[in-house]
């Protein structure tokens, strides 16, 4: 299925907004002080779906231009870094984890079947991603401590 704008702009929004609602119950955050984060966070993510559908960028996923894009934006000395990570640093990164959930988990709903096919197999491959991506998260966290001085 080919996603149209006005379909990625109704999901950002919407993401924007349950990231929002997820901030505020969660995370003891406010309207006033969040929505702007909120939405421009959503204005971000529109800007790197913009550059991975581009017809030279598209051989990248979108969720590497989308990161690139928000790392380049809160680069201290790229013009307006200093207002974007203001107007973010707020938005609690767990808050923003919520929609993405329900969208995997009703993503899952709608391909139940060729989960049931995958049976026993998937419980070894969940197991050896997650101690991957721990050790790999460990050790790069170790690395950093031990350069910084810090342990």
């Given at each position: 299925?080919?996603?149209?704008w006005?379909?990625i702009?109704?999901?950002?929004?919407t993401?924007?907004?349950l990231?929002?609602?997820s901030?505020i119950?969660?995370?003891g955050?406010s309207?006033?002080?969040d929505l702007?984060g909120?939405?421009?966070?959503?204005?971000?993510?529109a800007?790197?779906i913009f550059?991975?559908?581009?017809?030279?960028?598209?051989?990248?996923?979108?969720?590497?231009?989308?990161?690139?894009?928000a790392?380049?934006?809160?680069i201290p000395?790229?013009?307006?870094?200093d207002?974007?990570?203001?107007r973010?640093?707020?938005?609690?990164?767990l808050?923003t984890?919520?929609?993405?959930?329900a969208y995997?988990?009703?993503?899952?709903?709608?391909?139940i079947?060729g989960?049931?096919?995958?049976s026993?197999?998937?419980?070894?491959i969940?197991?050896?991603?997650?101690?991957?991506s721990?050790?790999c998260?460990?050790?790069?966290?170790?690395i950093?401590?031990h350069?910084?001085g810090?342990?």
């Open positions: 299925m080919k996603d149209t006005t379909d702009i109704f999901i950002l929004i993401t924007a907004v990231v929002l609602v901030n119950v969660g995370y955050g309207v006033q002080r702007v909120a939405l421009l966070l959503a204005v971000i993510a800007a790197g550059l991975a559908k581009l017809p030279v960028l598209n051989k990248l996923p979108i969720v590497f231009w989308v990161s690139a894009l790392v380049v934006l809160s000395g790229v013009p307006g870094a207002w974007i990570v203001a973010t640093k707020d938005i609690n990164f808050a984890t919520t929609p993405i959930l995997a988990g009703l993503a899952l709903g709608k391909e079947e989960f049931k096919k995958l026993w197999r998937i419980v070894p969940c197991l050896a991603v997650s101690a991957g721990f050790i998260a460990t050790l790069m966290a170790e950093m401590l350069l910084e810090i342990f």
